[in-house]
């Protein structure tokens, strides 16, 4: 599967933000899809929020609340709705597929096993 991220820009701190992810050349909703982000200066992409490919949802605790993961399997597309945004939010966001094998647990605890990336989309909190 091949995925392009798209929504990133310039927003207020307190602002909105709707990034969506769109995935080709697969079956979308074998998937699931993941979001990451890379902060600046670290190499590490560190796991925000996943959902599986029954729609469940899982995140981590820096975006709990404030962040929301949703599917259209109609449009193989994959939306990250980022409210209350933060200075510290500054960063390249990503997506990531994973075939899903219908884990039991917290998708989160796959975060090395996503293979499939986006080329990333900048989102830029001003203070």
């Known amino acids: 599967v091949q995925l392009v991220e798209s929504g990133g820009g310039l927003v207020q701190a307190g602002g909105s933000l709707r990034l969506s992810c769109v995935a080709s050349?697969?079956?979308?909703?074998?998937?699931?899809i993941g979001w990451f982000r890379q902060d600046p200066g670290k190499e590490h992409k560190g796991i925000l929020c996943?959902?599986?490919?029954?729609?469940?949802?899982f995140y981590a605790k820096s975006v709990k609340g404030r962040f929301t993961i949703s599917r259209d399997n109609a449009k193989n597309t994959v939306y990250l709705q980022m409210n209350t945004l933060k200075f510290e939010d500054t960063s390249v966001y990503y997506c990531?597929?994973?075939?899903?094998?219908?884990?039991?647990?917290?998708?989160?605890?796959?975060?090395?096993?996503?293979?499939?990336w986006g080329h990333g989309t900048q989102v830029t909190v001003s203070s």
């Open positions: 050349e697969g079956t979308f909703a074998d998937y699931a």
């Open positions: 990531a597929a994973l075939k899903d094998g219908h884990y039991s647990g917290s998708y989160l605890d796959l975060e090395a096993d996503f293979d499939s």
């Open positions: 996943v959902i599986s490919s029954a729609g469940g949802t």
